[in-house]
Structures are given as structure tokens and as C-alpha cells.
């Protein structure tokens, strides 16, 4: 089964909650390539889910509760697991 844009972003935050974490580290954690990696990263720091160190990609506070509020949807309907979609508006 396929993860959707949602999970993959919350699979992200989660790998770099504990300490700044280097690009190839959060690829191996999230089971992503490179070509989607260089997509989500710049994504998650334009809107301020991660940000950017010599030590790699930390999670900031607006990651964190984005985290946990993926974390509670899931506690609370885990059928929708793979249906929850991230949608970006367009300008």
C-alpha cells in the first residue's frame, strides 16, 4: 500500500524529532529516495516544519504539533491511515 503525502510528512517530522538529522539519514528512516526527499524537505521548511543546520534537519514547534495532531487523528480513526491527503493550496 501506498503511504500518502500526509503520512510521509509525519514520517519525516518523526525522524529528525529527537535530534537535527542529515537528508541520507531521514531517507533511510523513511524508506524515500532522494528525488522525493529533495520534494518534501524544501516543502517542510517553507512552512516551517523543519528547519536547517550544519547538523542536518531539526523539527521546530510548529513540526511538533503538526506531529502530534497527525499522531492524535490516527489514535482516533486509523482506518483513514492511508486515505488523509496533504493538499497545498495554489496561489
Avoid: W
Amino acid at each position: 500500500m501506498n503511504r500518502s503525502k500526509l503520512e510521509v510528512v509525519a514520517q519525516i517530522l518523526d525522524s529528525c524529532r529527537k535530534e537535527p538529522t542529515k537528508g541520507t539519514h531521514i531517507m533511510y528512516r523513511t524508506y524515500l529516495n532522494h528525488m522525493q526527499i529533495k520534494t518534501y524537505l524544501p516543502l517542510l521548511l517553507q512552512d516551517g516544519l523543519v528547519s536547517e543546520s550544519e547538523a542536518g534537519y531539526a523539527i521546530t514547534v510548529k513540526g511538533s504539533e503538526f506531529l502530534l495532531g497527525y499522531e492524535s487523528l490516527i489514535r482516533l480513526a486509523p482506518a483513514l491511515r492511508g486515505d488523509v491527503t496533504l493538499r497545498r493550496e495554489t496561489s
